[in-house]
């Protein structure tokens, strides 16, 4: 904007290019163009370069888009990570606790069975029938004879 432009036209063609960088619309670009043949090629420059600006920006604004989506589905990949990571140790944990009480229960049944092999065999009963009877080999209940 050119505040000390003065209000009225004085017809000469230095009144044309002081309203080329006067004008804000496209209508004042249109008339100045019309009336004077040299701004008429200023003007025809500045809006193919006006016209290469908004192409580059919609360039850019497409870049920019297609940039902020990888950068939002790689973020929702990692989140995802993330979160099967950790649902994957809490079901190991769960599952681990599970094994954990399984094996022992399965060594308090080996403890109980060694036990009654010893009392077993105390009492003088043969290995094969001590074997049979708390579900030891007889490689087992020969060890504990010994």
């Known amino acids: ?34 009336r004077n043949q040299e701004v008429s090629q200023v003007v025809n420059a500045y809006r193919a370069l006006t016209k290469e600006d908004i192409e580059e920006g919609k360039r850019w604004d497409a870049h920019k888009q297609e940039m902020d989506h990888r950068a939002w589905v790689n973020d929702k990949k990692r ?44 009492m003088g009963l043969p290995a094969s029938q001590v074997a049979e009877g708390t579900g030891l080999s007889i490689e087992e209940v020969n060890a504990l004879k010994s």
Do not use: H
Request: charged share 40%; aromatic share 6%; proline share 3%.
């Open 1 to 34: 904007m050119l505040p000390k432009l003065p209000g009225t036209d004085d017809g000469t063609k230095l009144w044309d290019w002081l309203l080329l960088f006067k004008a804000q619309t496209e209508e004042e670009l249109t008339l100045l163009e019309r």
């Open 79 to 122: 989140e995802a990570r993330k979160e099967g990571l950790r649902e994957g140790r809490e079901a190991g944990m769960r599952e681990g606790k599970r094994e954990g009480k399984r094996e022992g229960v399965r060594e308090g049944i080996r403890e109980g069975a060694l036990m009654n092999a010893r009392s077993f065999l105390r």
